[in-house]
């Protein structure tokens, strides 16, 4: 065993060397590089491809093989743009309903400033109790609701942009934000109880009856609560932002859906 161990180091040494004319080992000469192509006095060099050679390979995709990886990202796609706008709608309702809270906080904190009720030094004025809101929520923009008004006076048009209207008894606001795809949100509140004077007249007079459950109502103006206390508003499905006005709250009519909720907005 020693004998064929010094045999093997003794050709492991040889091939580390060879002989001047290259046909074996020479321990007088060490080559730099070897390979299986035969022993060589220094390494083979890297030659960059060229454009022509680039043109004449066979590397790329075959015309089944993209239309397969279009299929496959048509099929994604499919599946993923609904979640994200379905994603997105959910959001950006839950953003209006979170404006809307809010503004409702800072508008009973002036219910309170001005002597137990809404109106602005003692009359109904939705134009300035709308600037009061604004000064406490700069994020916010708020106008007052109007008759027959648009989206560049009174009407919401956007979470962030929202639509005030005062009872004529100072007694009640109501409150308004529009979100994508369609949905107006109402925050209604009557401290006290309303006036019959009140209740008559816009913004709660309205043909369709206030119910818990969700109806379809007809094409034109809709109900809000006048009952006491807090009342919560959802309108679905009606891509007329004009509609979404705290003075006249309104519908295209079906396949609109409304529901009116005591306990907050529903999903």
Same mark, same amino acid.
């Given at each position: 065993?020693?004998?064929?161990?010094?045999?093997?180091?003794?050709?492991?040494?040889?091939?580390?060397?060879?002989?001047? /004319?290259?046909?074996?080992?020479?321990?007088?000469?060490?080559?730099?590089?070897?390979?299986?192509?035969?022993?060589?006095?220094?390494?083979?060099?890297?030659?960059?491809?060229?454009?022509?050679?680039?043109?004449?390979?066979?590397?790329?995709?075959?015309?089944?093989?993209?239309?397969?990886?279009?299929? @496959?990202?048509?099929?994604?796609?499919?599946?993923?743009?609904?979640?994200?706008?379905?994603?997105?709608?959910?959001?950006?309702?839950?953003?209006?309903?979170?404006?809307?809270?809010?503004?409702?906080?800072?508008?009973?904190?002036?219910?309170?400033?001005?002597?137990?009720?809404?109106?602005?030094?003692?009359?109904?004025?939705? @134009?300035?109790?709308?600037?009061?809101?604004?000064?406490?929520?700069?994020?916010?923009?708020?106008?007052?609701?109007?008759?027959?008004?648009?989206?560049?006076?009174?009407?919401?048009?956007?979470?962030?942009?929202?639509?005030?209207?005062?009872? @004529?008894?100072?007694?009640?606001? @109501?409150?308004?934000?529009?979100?994508?795809?369609?949905?107006?949100?109402?925050?209604? /509140?009557?401290?006290?109880?309303?006036?019959?004077?009140?209740?008559?007249?816009?913004?709660?007079?309205?043909?369709?009856?206030?119910?818990?459950?969700?109806?379809?109502?007809?094409?034109?103006?809709?109900?809000?609560?006048?009952?006491?206390?807090?009342?919560?508003?959802?309108?679905?499905?009606?891509?007329?932002?004009?509609?979404?006005?705290?003075?006249?709250?309104?519908?295209?009519?079906?396949?609109?859906?409304?529901?009116?909720?005591?306990?907050?907005?529903?999903?």
């Amino acid at each position: 065993m020693v004998g064929a161990s010094v045999g093997t180091g003794r050709q492991i040494g040889e091939l580390a060397t060879a002989a001047p /004319d290259g046909s074996g080992p020479d321990d007088a000469r060490v080559l730099t590089w070897s390979g299986p192509g035969g022993w060589r006095a220094r390494p083979p060099e890297l030659v960059a491809r060229t454009a022509s050679d680039w043109a004449h390979s066979d590397d790329g995709f075959t015309f089944v093989e993209l239309m397969i990886a279009l299929v @496959v990202m048509a099929i994604l796609l499919a599946i993923a743009i609904p979640t994200f706008l379905g994603t997105t709608a959910t959001a950006d309702s839950r953003s209006a309903q979170s404006n809307l809270n809010t503004a409702l906080t800072d508008a009973k904190a002036q219910f309170e400033t001005h002597g137990q009720t809404y109106f602005v030094n003692g009359v109904q004025d939705s @134009v300035a109790m709308s600037s009061l809101l604004t000064d406490a929520q700069l994020s916010l923009s708020f106008h007052a609701g109007a008759l027959g008004s648009s989206t560049t006076t009174g009407s919401s048009g956007s979470q962030s942009k929202l639509s005030v209207a005062v009872s @004529v008894d100072g007694m009640g606001i @109501v409150i308004a934000a529009y979100s994508t795809p369609g949905n107006c949100y109402y925050i209604v /509140d009557n401290e006290g109880g309303l006036s019959t004077a009140a209740a008559s007249v816009s913004p709660y007079s309205g043909a369709a009856p206030v119910t818990t459950s969700v109806t379809t109502p007809p094409a034109g103006s809709i109900a809000l609560p006048s009952a006491s206390g807090m009342s919560f508003v959802e309108v679905k499905g009606d891509v007329t932002a004009d509609h979404c006005n705290a003075f006249q709250p309104m519908t295209s009519g079906a396949p609109i859906t409304v529901r009116y909720l005591k306990s907050g907005f529903p999903f």
